[in-house]
Every structure is written in structure tokens, then in C-alpha cells.
């Protein structure tokens, strides 16, 4: 009665009631051995917050479960784009997640009017899912597509192809999208497909291409996919791997028409050159048995972009040895073996294949596999 009364008074003097719903999400980022980021977009301006629990075949309900905030600088972010990360976790560890978002219908001064909850459900299914990274797992595997432009079913398809070879992970190696114009498109593009298939319970790990640096909502990239800090270049490991993410940026001179003057990208990739001369000489880089870099434009060719990653990635790159690097940009399968201009492997794929990898401390087994499901090339590289 009391409830109806409530209701009857927010109709009265025009307060919202309508359900507060999980637009898009959750999807993890940042997987890593101790912490993962877990993103949601809700339909309404809310806080929100991750309940964890470990594995276990006890009910979600049977125990309070604890709750990590939205917050910015110990303030409960107040938006509809939700990113909680867990930092206390361990390896090698299955937990189970829901996510809950309550909408917040005023703030004004102190006082701030809340609306409705929502959560996912952990009634009527299992709660979502995800394994924490083990730097001691012998073998892993991961799956890279790339350059798929918006072409949802091309995604689909490689994607199920390779999730019969039980990936740990996707890579997803730029050009997702063909720009960035708003979150509808973010998400229509590429990410709701991530999302359905896999995303809530096994991660991917994103390296912007060209296209994605492109659109009027491009700055907003970070807000949706994180890295763990403020950069878009990054690192993690899984198993015997050491993966090094670049941010290759974008294809033709700064000063091109087509940038209408807003790019700055021969600095940034200064910038990162300068870390990732940092990185190869690191103690987790240099431990680590496997060493993979991925960068959307390959250190092959003869655009600016091609030549920026030859001059200033490769030249650090030659003198620290990774055993792959993995590539995309060109629509077109090409692999160069090792040689003196690139003392390492470099796989660069077209944008109707996946890349499967399967990588322990000694080898690395890649399979190249079409749209059709069809294994059209088979590269074995021991060390
Ligand atoms: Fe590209």
C-alpha cells in the first residue's frame, strides 16, 4: 500500500518510474593475473557497483557478497557508462559477478533521489563468470581477429570458428569499426557481437587501429575499453606470454586533408617508443619465456604509418628479440619470416581470417583460419 502510494506520488508531481535497464554489458578488460575491469552501459544515469563471489556450487544468495563501487576519487561515478575494476583478486581463479546499477532521478545539492535497480540475473541462470590469468599455465591460447569494419556476420563467423579451439582470450587488432561517431555505433559495430558471444565471461584485449582514431566520438575510445592506465599502449601476460600492445595510430602524415589538422600522431608515437624501450628491458619482458607485439599497421610498407612503426617501434623491437609480431591494417594475409630488416616473425593478418594461436615457453603453433571454417595455413615456430 505504502509502495503504491510512493508511485502514485512521483506520477503526481512527474518523477520517472520507468525500469532502469543494462544497455550494453558487462564485457571484462584487463584481464590479468590480481584484477580485471568489468564494463556496463545502462539505459538511464546511475551509480553502480560489481557483487564477486568466488567459485563455488553455493547459491549467489546464500551469503552477502562483496560489493566493489563505480567510484572516481572515493565519489560514486553518476553516469550511464559503469567500469569497475577488482584489483585484490588471485591467479589462476574462477570467480562469479553480477552487476547492479541503480538510477539516480536528481542530484541537487547533498540530496540526490534514487529510481530503480537493475542487476543480471543470478536467478533464473548461472552467474557470469571469468578466470583470473596464470603466468604459470603451460600453454595458452588466444584468438585475433581484426579489420572487421562493422561486419558483424564476418565477425560472428570467424569467431565461432575459433572458440572450437577454446580460446583463452581475443585480441581484437584494430579497425573494429570504420570510425567512432557515437556509443549506438560502438557498440552496433562490433562490441554487442563481443558481448553475446563471449565477452561477459572471457576477455578481449583491444589495439586501436587507424579507423578508430576516426569520428567525432573517438576520444571517447578510453570510456569503453580500458588498458589499466591512461595510455591506449599496454602490456599483460597469460601462460608463457608476454604480450605487447602498440597504438600504432593513424596511416598517412599528421598534416593530411584528412585530419583536418586535429592529429598528432608522429609525437605520440615518439612518446611510446620511448616506452617501449622501457618495457623490453623490464624484468617481466625479459622473464617471460614468449614475447608477442601487436600493432594494427605492420613495419611493413610504404605509407607514413608503415614507415613510422619501422623507424621508431622496429628499431627497438631488433635489438629485443620477441618471437612474433602480429599485425593487421592491409586486408591481406602476408607472413615474412625472419631476416636481417625483421630478426623476428611477422604475421599479418587479412580481415576475413582468425588467428589462432596455441603457445607454450617452447613453441608456438599458429593457425590461420578463413571464414569458412577451412585451417589454410598451419605456422609452427620452435625456440
Ligand atoms: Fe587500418
Not at 44 to 53: C, F, N, Q, R
Request: net charge negative; charged share 20%.
Amino acid at each position: 500500500m505504502k509502495k503504491q502510494l510512493l508511485i502514485f506520488i512521483a506520477l503526481l508531481i512527474g518523477l520517472p518510474t520507468q525500469a532502469i535497464s543494462i544497455k550494453y554489458g558487462p564485457y571484462l578488460q584487463n584481464l590479468d593475473t590480481n584484477s580485471v575491469t568489468i564494463t556496463w552501459i545502462t539505459d538511464s544515469t546511475s551509480i553502480g557497483w560489481v557483487e564477486l563471489a568466488e567459485d563455488g556450487s553455493d547459491s549467489f544468495y546464500s551469503t552477502v557478497r562483496q560489493q566493489y563501487h563505480d567510484t572516481q576519487d572515493g565519489i560514486k561515478n553518476t553516469s550511464t557508462i559503469h567500469s569497475v575494476t577488482l584489483n585484490d583478486l588471485s591467479p589462476n581463479t574462477v570467480y562469479r559477478y553480477r552487476v547492479y546499477s541503480q538510477a539516480v532521478l536528481s542530484h541537487e545539492g547533498n540530496r540526490v533521489m534514487y529510481g530503480d535497480y537493475v542487476a543480471t540475473n543470478v536467478y533464473s541462470r548461472e552467474p557470469l563468470r571469468f578466470k583470473t590469468n596464470n603466468h604459470d599455465k603451460e600453454t595458452m591460447r588466444f584468438a585475433m581477429i581484426n579489420d572487421i569494419h562493422g561486419d558483424n556476420q564476418r565477425m560472428e563467423r570467424l569467431i565461432n570458428h575459433s572458440s572450437l579451439m577454446e580460446p583463452d582470450m581475443y585480441i581484437f587488432n584494430g579497425d573494429m569499426a570504420s570510425s567512432f561517431e557515437n556509443e549506438e555505433q560502438i557498440f552496433d559495430d562490433f562490441a554487442q557481437t563481443a558481448i553475446t558471444m563471449f565477452a561477459s565471461e572471457i576477455p578481449f584485449y583491444y589495439v586501436r587501429g587507424n579507423h578508430e582514431t576516426r569520428g567525432t566520438y573517438a576520444s571517447h575510445f578510453h570510456q569503453y575499453f580500458t588498458t589499466g592506465h591512461d595510455k591506449l599502449y599496454y602490456t599483460f601476460r597469460q601462460g608463457p606470454v608476454f604480450f605487447v600492445m602498440l597504438d600504432s595510430g593513424e596511416d598517412k602524415p599528421d598534416s593530411d586533408i584528412e585530419y583536418y589538422g586535429l592529429v598528432d600522431y608522429d609525437n605520440y608515437r615518439n612518446e611510446q617508443a620511448q616506452w617501449l624501450s622501457h618495457i623490453v628491458t623490464s624484468e617481466e619482458y625479459i622473464n617471460a619465456p614468449i614475447k608477442v607485439i601487436v600493432s594494427h599497421i605492420p613495419p611493413t610498407g610504404d605509407w607514413h604509418g608503415n614507415i613510422e612503426v619501422k623507424n621508431k617501434f622496429m628499431e627497438v623491437l631488433k635489438l629485443s628479440a620477441p618471437d612474433l609480431m602480429l599485425c593487421g591494417h592491409e586486408h591481406e594475409l602476408i607472413y615474412h619470416e625472419a631476416k636481417e630488416s625483421n630478426p623476428f616473425p611477422i604475421l599479418i593478418n587479412s580481415h576475413d581470417n582468425v588467428i589462432v594461436g596455441k603457445v607454450s615457453a617452447t613453441s608456438l603453433i599458429i593457425y590461420i583460419i578463413d571464414v569458412n571454417g577451412t585451417i589454410i595455413d598451419t605456422i609452427i615456430l620452435n625456440k
